[in-house]
């Protein structure tokens, strides 16, 4: 009876291990290059960024420190181009798992063509499952919820001086929470942030929704703003799945138990 409750114990564990490693590789990555570089000088296998679209790589550049970023990464969109710019990364190691999350520090500069959009997608393969997003001509941020497919806007007027961090969790299969919080830009040559509120972690929008796909296996940022849109980010960061530490920690503990 001892040696079968062993075995269950093991079955379990290899079990939680399997599906470690086929989770998204905790990891976290900060600009130190080009996005569109290979492979980004964040490491020296994965690419943290591909850079596609209009121009592709050439519309990627390093930008210098912002709001307490040593740099960040950017990429670019012409008026007279408007098919957009895409950078790209897939998750290493394999899409989120439940409890998961991925959050990003983001943010605009200079104005959004109307009709043209600028954000961050949260992708199933080449699919958009899920997007904060702002479209041109309007005066706030918007959420998108491919759950209900319609766009919901948050209470944030638009300013191209405030720094986002950007916190998507897989909260079930089909199911997520976003929250996104603001900072500003303090650097010579920016004015400061234009709703009054220059201090780092004021929580513009936060949220629940559903998606149709069936994973979350990159994230996207991409500009068909015009108009030169310039679009920034950094902090790329990927955390664990807090209910499969705990239940490693417990298996863990069980096992020492047996001995």
């Known amino acids: 009876m001892k040696d079968l409750k062993r075995v269950g114990v093991l079955l379990v564990m290899v079990c939680m291990m399997v599906s470690v490693v086929n989770a998204a590789l905790v990891t976290s990555y900060t600009a130190s290059d080009s996005p569109g570089s290979d492979p980004d000088g ?3 296998s994965v690419d943290v960024w591909t850079v596609t679209g209009a121009g592709g790589a050439g519309r990627s550049y390093l930008k210098n420190p912002q709001d307490g970023n040593t740099n960040m990464w950017a990429i670019w969109d012409l008026s ?3 098919d957009g710019t895409y950078a790209t990364h897939t998750f290493d190691g394999g899409a989120l798992t439940v409890g998961q999350s991925v959050s990003i520090d983001y943010t605009h500069n200079v ?4 009709g043209q959009s600028i954000g961050i997608r949260l992708l199933d393969g080449t699919n958009s499952e899920v997007e904060y997003v702002f479209i041109g001509g309007d005066l ?3 959420k998108y919820d491919t759950g209900t497919g319609l766009y919901e806007l948050t209470d944030k007027q638009y300013d191209n001086y405030d720094i986002y961090q950007v916190v998507f969790t897989l909260t079930g299969a089909n199911s997520y929470a976003m ?3 603001e900072g500003s830009i303090f650097d010579e040559g920016y004015k400061p942030s234009e709703d009054g509120n220059p201090d780092v ?5 936060s949220w629940t929704g559903t998606f149709a796909g069936s994973s979350i296996t990159g994230i996207q940022v991409y500009t068909e703003g015009g108009n030169e849109s310039d679009q920034w980010f950094d902090n790329l960061t990927i955390v664990p799945e807090p209910a499969t530490l705990i239940l490693l920690g417990s298996g863990a503990l069980l096992l020492r138990r047996k001995k």
């Open 42 to 44: 964040n490491d020296n």
């Open 80 to 82: 007279d181009a408007p």
């Open 111 to 114: 104005n959004i063509d109307g």
């Open 140 to 142: 706030k941020y918007s």
């Open 179 to 181: 929250t996104v919080s």
């Open 201 to 205: 972690g004021g929580i513009v929008a």
